[in-house]
């Protein structure tokens, strides 16, 4: 018995020497470091986008390093020069413009460091240069749109005065949304837009710009194209104070399908708002991992969206979570 307990002893003992010996690394994995440089913060799905990005991290237990681009293009490259040299084991970044990433692109790759893309892609001769864009299709948000609008107007005879509120200039969905819904529409000539101009996805610059839509157009306006719902709520604001009445005066067409679009439907302000999901997280944090573990990944991975038109937005409206 005694020559048991001996011989536990100096098993237990030979154990606590060989943890004092060996560093904590040893037992307790290190955790996936990720760079994340974000747009900003301009609108509800940003918000959401966001939110959804830093929960999904903590949940998946990454470490995330996190960098508002308050949507200035320089900030992002600053931001993914840090963490480049603060030697990340991922970057992952929402894009403001398509152009302008090659250099800063090449010396993650010199420096090892896998990029991912998320929501907005990149326009780069190399595509090696990221392995994997997660995000929706926008072209076809706008062909959805531009669809919902034919359909709408089916039978109706004269022109369609359309007026267009477009995203960033240069941003990844305002080329697409715009491409989508002109691709739809110019099969048949009614279709005309009279106006076209950038609220840079924000409420204020949206309602700014309808504002200056409606002096110069009156009341030839007959539909408002909005590249997001943050515009577009925007945009009704300026449309009841000028006297008219949202929906019905004007048909308003939107994209994102966050909850203050819901809102403005029950409210009989808005017509129909095309679905894009900010909720990427828990897909970037699944990508991220396989990325840091050497799996291939997918190079495009779209996320899958519908359409919502004002009848279904009372039945929808408890479903959502942005």
């Known amino acids: 018995m005694k020559r048991i307990q001996r011989r536990t002893l100096v098993a237990t003992l030979a154990t606590a020497s060989l943890a004092v010996l060996l560093p904590a690394t040893s037992f307790a994995q290190k955790p996936i470091v990720l760079g994340f440089s974000q747009v900003g913060a301009e609108s509800e799905w940003r918000t959401a986008n966001t939110e959804s990005v830093k929960a999904s991290a903590k949940d998946a237990g990454i470490d995330l390093k996190f960098s508002d681009a308050q949507q200035k293009q320089e900030n992002q490259i600053k931001a993914i020069r840090s963490f480049i040299a603060q030697k990340v084991d991922v970057i992952a970044f929402s894009p403001v413009v398509e152009s302008g990433w090659e250099m800063v692109l090449r010396e993650a790759k010199a420096a090892k460091i896998p990029v991912v893309l998320t929501d907005r892609s990149v326009n780069v001769k190399d595509d090696s240069l990221y392995v994997s864009f997660l995000g929706s299709d ?7 749109a531009g669809r919902w609008l034919v359909e709408k107007t089916k039978g109706q005879s004269g022109t369609v005065n359309i007026v267009e509120l ?4 240069g941003s990844a969905p305002a080329i697409d949304r715009k491409k989508g ?17 950038t609220g840079d996805f924000t409420r204020a610059k ?12 009156g009341k030839n306006i007959n539909v408002l194209y909005a590249h997001n719902d943050d515009m577009a709520i925007g945009a009704i604001q300026a449309i009841e104070e000028a006297g008219l009445k949202p929906a019905k005066d004007i ?4 994209v994102d399908a966050v909850k203050g679009a819901f809102e403005a439907m029950i409210a009989g302000k808005m017509n129909v708002s095309v679905e894009c999901s900010p909720l990427l997280g828990p897909q970037l944090m699944q990508i991220v991992k396989d990325v840091k ?4 990944v997918p190079k495009r991975i779209v996320t899958q969206e519908g359409i919502f038109p004002m009848e279904t937005a009372a039945q929808e409206f408890p479903k959502r979570k942005y």
């Open 138 to 144: 926008f072209v076809e948000e706008g062909r959805k």
């Open 166 to 169: 477009q995203g960033t200039v």
């Open 181 to 197: 819904f002109e691709e739809i529409i110019k099969a048949d000539p009614k279709f005309k837009i009279v106006r076209s101009q």
């Open 206 to 217: 949206g309602k700014e710009v309808m504002e200056a839509f409606l002096k110069a157009e």
């Open 251 to 254: 048909t308003i067409i939107s």
């Open 293 to 296: 573990a050497g799996k291939p």
